[in-house]
């Protein structure tokens, strides 16, 4: 049986793979870019966070969560372990559930999964873009650049069109489309977010540990904790990621606001300023948080309160180290938007989910049409869920089951 994968990132792979375990199965992976993987590659800054212990339905969005459900039973995270140990790569779990490989090396990733596909056969086309996918006759036809391609089962992987310059692409929403399947609205997710720029400008590459709460008319929209680097537009690191779907779809009138010191209530932040104040009473303000926060945040924090630096801590009331304190655990950013479908990491919407069968991954359209991974509406967190989906969905469409009738129906 001839069975066409379009797209050679991770699903794709994962589809080719599956599909290539029956012995009949004659797999061809169609991709447009010079090499498989390439964003795979560049992923969890060049370490490849792979899967996440902790994968669940509550970890993802836009499709259905019994749909999602249904995908994740089917191919867990324990089978997604073994899968790859299979393959000969060796991994390491860190305490927050995710996991990298061993090497921590995103390139071990890609190349198992490449080496594995031409032990087993599969025949990759790269470069190979498709412009149009039909069927007729009882046949599927892809049209591409190089040439016409015949298959009875196509599985359509091409992912979504975050990350332009690694790969992103809106192909796999046409050609689905062309057979009656609807496309939600896109979002970038697992973005930067733009700020005003008034004080992040100066603390341009300064990262802190911080919790991170999205505001919108006093509502709380997200939350999460963890890293946040400021850069000259505004926010970015894993907890601002977090918070990113949520800003992205939400629209305008949002605060970013960062708790820069968590372990500490802002009563004793206070008291403990007051403290240093009386201890250290000639002490420029210039250096007045330093040990507290990093240095030029520490400064940035002082200005945004309103104080010359060049003061000392002498002239502070009670009333300063209430203000000081309460700015450290609510630094108040103004969100202007968040970066664009290339700086994201993820697409947030997709083909809606209720066209496929989640059992299969068939389409209920076309029989014998299958779609894994980012082209679908589900994406999912920031920490190795996205890639799981993209294990478990490709594995579920490449084992190719459902009616595959021949009607035009």
Not at 87 to 110: H, I, K, M, N
Not at 282 to 297: A, K, P, W, Y
Request: glycine share 12%.
């Amino acid at each position: 049986m001839r069975i066409l994968v379009i797209g050679g990132g991770a699903s794709g792979m994962m589809a080719a793979l599956t599909a290539a375990e029956q012995t009949d199965h004659q797999v061809t992976v169609l991709e447009r870019q010079a090499r498989v993987g390439r964003k795979l590659a560049a992923t969890g800054n060049g370490r490849c966070n792979l899967t996440n212990q902790s994968a669940s339905p509550a970890c993802y969005h836009g499709g259905r969560a019994d749909f999602v459900r249904l995908v994740l039973d089917a191919f867990p995270v324990p089978d997604t372990l073994s899968f790859f140990r299979n393959l000969g790569l060796l991994t390491v779990t860190e305490p927050s559930g995710r996991v990298y490989p061993f090497s921590d090396q995103a390139g071990s990733v890609v190349d198992v999964l490449r080496l594995a596909m031409e032990q087993r056969g599969i025949v990759l086309e790269a470069g190979c873009e498709v412009s149009a996918l039909t069927f007729r006759d009882g046949a599927f036809f892809a049209e591409t650049n190089l040439r016409r391609f015949a298959a009875d089962r196509v599985i359509v992987a091409c992912g979504g069109i975050a990350g332009g310059k690694l790969g992103g692409t809106g192909s796999g929403y046409a050609l689905l489309r062309s057979f009656g399947h609807r496309c939600t609205k896109l979002y970038p997710a697992l973005v930067q977010l733009k700020t005003d720029p008034q004080w992040v400008r100066s603390l341009k590459g300064v990262r802190a540990e911080a919790a991170v709460r999205l505001m919108q008319n006093n509502i709380l929209l997200a939350d999460s904790r963890g890293e946040v680097q400021f850069t000259e537009y505004g926010v970015s690191g894993p907890a601002v990621f977090e918070i990113s779907r949520a800003a992205s779809v939400s629209g305008t009138g949002q605060t970013v606001i960062l708790d820069l010191l968590p372990p500490m209530e802002e009563s004793e932040l206070a008291e403990f300023l007051h403290a240093r104040a009386q201890q250290f009473p000639t002490l420029t303000l210039e250096n007045f948080l330093t040990g507290i926060l990093q240095n030029r945040l520490g400064r940035t924090v002082l200005r945004a309160c309103g104080f010359t630096l060049d003061k000392t801590a002498a002239v502070l009331h009670r009333q300063d180290f209430r203000a000081i304190a309460a700015k450290i655990k609510a630094f108040d950013l103004p969100v202007q938007g968040t970066m664009g479908m290339d700086q994201a990491q993820v697409t947030a919407g997709g083909i809606e989910t209720n066209g496929f069968n989640p059992e299969t991954l068939e389409s209920r359209l076309r029989p014998g049409l299958y779609a894994c991974g980012e082209v679908l509406d589900v994406d999912g967190d920031c920490g190795g869920f996205n890639l799981q989906w993209a294990w478990s969905s490709g594995h579920l469409a490449g084992q190719l089951k459902g009616t595959h009738h021949d009607s035009n129906s």
